[in-house]
């Protein structure tokens, strides 16, 4: 018997008070049309009321896929756990779901992807909640905000400290779904789901299983239906006995402004010289002082913002493939792709489900891992999760702190100064004109990474941006290397306000660094 049912249907079978997951990470694999019409029966009807929401991955994003600014409405979201939450530009308006966030209307926690994804696996076996020291000493802690955003979340805490086996870990109780609204491709008439257009799996199988072991309900969005027995079985990501109902989406696009790329989804494998190559400019020097850490059959991380350029470097270098990528949404190896593609990647060696993913990030098991910040401060802190004055412009922490928690060596990337104006030559950076204020600060807004705790770990922790080179120490940041054309004593001592020392012994940079051709770099 088929599972076909209208988005109406589908939605109306979802009761108030439900704890709804959400398997999507921004545009890619978000089930918007469910989500649109989830919205759109609260409108007509009222109901349903007090939802509980559990996004591992931000659902949606501000260019085009509403995604949770669907459901975004007062009476119909009490609660909402998300791992990031749609972000993008100030020139745009705020999503709703932040509105209610900032005005208090919602109970709003963000929770590290990863132990997000944990929650799941642990509800699903009915073992009692996550343990855990991701997040120790960061906002995640609560001796700190404990992952809430808001004061109603701080009313209703999740997370706890907890003494066990003579060490400190922090506990997540479970939170037991009863609805799974999740994406794929395709879907056979018994439910069996493939992702054949989708550039990465998610966390869809866990999501739903989470959900069937509760006695929930698992409603699956896809592009088109086949007939029960036509799918090959190893293809099935998701088998049919945990899919309840079907919703039909043909036009579902496989991420914002892309309706269907076969290389985001490993049908075909892009010609390298088809990647466009990173702008010259300060952003492309500094993921260039970042790719300089990088040896030949490493594997590493890699985030947002000027991060994800340093693939684009050793593409440059005419060294594509000398480094294994791996990116929290499952993508493993290939080119990591930017703008509204980023979390998928072309010409991808496996796509790893997201929840594995993060077993393997949270256990160090890669070489390095490149992100950016928002803000340093003098313990070596950053903050890439929260902006009190536009909140909107940071997604969250994501994957970030699961990331951070263990990893071995940790290359942060940023601006010094926010709004300097800098010259660029073959020659040397000069800053034309100071910036409004330092990324340097006495104490961050919000402690995404704790440099306390890296210190503690035996943590590798560089910091690189348009004037230095700066380490964590056990006397705070100091530049060891600097940047050809910058003044250390005005441009990074007194612009920091004394917050960043100079090494006796820094050296300056190489000016291969600045140049308009490759730079040099050899595996």
């Given at each position: 018997?088929?599972?076909?049912?209208?988005?109406?249907?589908?939605?109306?079978?979802?009761?108030?008070?439900?704890?709804?997951?959400?398997?999507?990470?921004?545009?890619?694999?978000?089930?918007?049309?469910?989500?649109?019409?989830?919205?759109?029966?609260?409108?007509?009807?009222?109901?349903?009321?007090?939802?509980?929401?559990?996004?591992?991955?931000?659902?949606?994003?501000?260019?085009?896929?509403?995604?949770?600014?669907?459901?975004?409405?007062?009476?119909?979201?009490?609660?909402?756990?998300?791992?990031?939450?749609?972000?993008?530009?100030?020139?745009?308006?705020?999503?709703?779901?932040?509105?209610?966030?900032?005005?208090?209307?919602?109970?709003?926690?963000?929770?590290?992807?990863?132990?997000?994804?944990?929650?799941?696996?642990?509800?699903?076996?009915?073992?009692?909640?996550?343990?855990?020291?991701?997040?120790?000493?960061?906002?995640?802690?609560?001796?700190?905000?404990?992952?809430?955003?808001?004061?109603?979340?701080?009313?209703?805490?999740?997370?706890?400290?907890?003494?066990?086996?003579?060490?400190?870990?922090?506990?997540?109780?479970?939170?037991?779904?009863?609805?799974?609204?999740?994406?794929?491709?395709?879907?056979?008439?018994?439910?069996?789901?493939?992702?054949?257009?989708?550039?990465?799996?998610?966390?869809?199988?866990?999501?739903?299983?989470?959900?069937?072991?509760?006695?929930?309900?698992?409603?699956?969005?896809?592009?088109?239906?086949?007939?029960?027995?036509?799918?090959?079985?190893?293809?099935?990501?998701?088998?049919?006995?945990?899919?309840?109902?079907?919703?039909?989406?043909?036009?579902?696009?496989?991420?914002?402004?892309?309706?269907?790329?076969?290389?985001?989804?490993?049908?075909?494998?892009?010609?390298?010289?088809?990647?466009?190559?990173?702008?010259?400019?300060?952003?492309?020097?500094?993921?260039?002082?970042?790719?300089?850490?990088?040896?030949?059959?490493?594997?590493?991380?890699?985030?947002?913002?000027?991060?994800?350029?340093?693939?684009?470097?050793?593409?440059?270098?005419?060294?594509?493939?000398?480094?294994?990528?791996?990116?929290?949404?499952?993508?493993?190896?290939?080119?990591?792709?930017?703008?509204?593609?980023?979390?998928?990647?072309?010409?991808?060696?496996a796509y790893v489900p997201s929840p594995q993913q993060f077993i393997y990030f949270q256990g160090a098991g890669f070489d390095m891992s490149f992100l950016s910040f928002l803000e340093v401060d003098v313990e070596?802190?950053?903050?890439?999760?929260?902006?009190?004055?536009?909140?909107?412009?940071?997604?969250?922490?994501?994957?970030?702190?699961?990331?951070?928690?263990?990893?071995?060596?940790?290359?942060?990337?940023?601006?010094?100064?926010?709004?300097?104006?800098?010259?660029?030559?073959?020659?040397?950076?000069?800053?034309?004109?100071p910036g409004k204020f330092t990324k340097m600060v006495a104490q961050v807004e919000h402690v995404t990474f704790s440099g306390q705790r890296a210190r503690e770990q035996g943590q590798e922790v560089l910091y690189i941006s348009e004037r230095c080179v700066m380490r964590l120490s056990d006397r705070g940041l100091v530049a060891t290397e600097i940047?050809?054309?910058?003044?250390?004593?005005?441009?990074?001592?007194?612009?920091?306000?004394?917050?960043?020392?100079?090494?006796?012994?820094?050296?300056?940079?190489?000016?291969?660094?600045?140049?308009?051709?490759?730079?040099?770099?050899?595996?």
């Open positions: 018997m088929s599972k076909l049912v209208s988005p109406a249907e589908a939605v109306a079978r979802i009761a108030d008070g439900a704890v709804v997951t959400v398997s999507s990470s921004s545009a890619l694999g978000c089930p918007d049309l469910v989500l649109k019409a989830l919205g759109q029966r609260f409108r007509d009807e009222g109901h349903p009321r007090g939802l509980t929401t559990l996004h591992p991955i931000a659902a949606g994003d501000m260019y085009g896929v509403k995604g949770i600014d669907w459901i975004a409405q007062d009476g119909l979201l009490s609660r909402v756990l998300a791992g990031s939450y749609p972000s993008g530009s100030s020139n745009l308006p705020m999503p709703e779901i932040w509105k209610m966030i900032v005005e208090d209307r919602v109970a709003a926690y963000n929770v590290p992807s990863g132990i997000m994804f944990d929650m799941h696996r642990e509800a699903a076996a009915k073992r009692p909640g996550v343990l855990t020291r991701v997040g120790l000493q960061t906002f995640v802690d609560p001796v700190r905000e404990g992952c809430a955003m808001n004061a109603k979340a701080a009313e209703q805490p999740i997370v706890s400290r907890v003494e066990f086996g003579g060490e400190t870990w922090l506990h997540f109780p479970n939170i037991q779904p009863d609805v799974c609204i999740l994406r794929a491709t395709t879907a056979d008439e018994w439910g069996n789901l493939t992702y054949e257009h989708e550039g990465a799996y998610l966390g869809g199988l866990e999501q739903a299983i989470a959900t069937r072991t509760n006695g929930g309900l698992v409603i699956a969005q896809v592009k088109r239906l086949t007939a029960r027995g036509s799918l090959r079985p190893h293809d099935v990501r998701v088998p049919g006995h945990l899919v309840d109902l079907i919703v039909l989406d043909p036009d579902q696009k496989q991420t914002t402004e892309t309706p269907h790329d076969p290389a985001i989804s490993g049908e075909v494998i892009r010609p390298w010289g088809s990647f466009t190559l990173a702008e010259h400019g300060i952003e492309k020097v500094i993921a260039r002082r970042a790719a300089m850490e990088l040896r030949a059959g490493m594997t590493a991380n890699l985030g947002f913002g000027i991060s994800a350029m340093v693939p684009r470097v050793l593409l440059e270098e005419g060294h594509p493939q000398a480094v294994t990528w791996a990116i929290e949404q499952g993508a493993v190896g290939g080119m990591p792709l930017t703008g509204f593609a980023f979390g998928c990647a072309s010409n991808a060696d070596g802190n950053v903050n890439v999760s929260k902006l009190g004055k536009k909140p909107y412009l940071t997604a969250g922490c994501g994957g970030f702190v699961d990331i951070t928690a263990h990893a071995k060596k940790i290359v942060f990337s940023g601006w010094f100064e926010a709004g300097a104006q800098i010259d660029l030559t073959e020659s040397g950076i000069s800053v034309r004109q940047m050809p054309g910058i003044d250390p004593a005005r441009d990074i001592v007194a612009a920091s306000e004394g917050r960043v020392a100079v090494a006796e012994n820094a050296v300056t940079m190489p000016l291969a660094l600045l140049a308009e051709g490759p730079m040099g770099w050899a595996p």
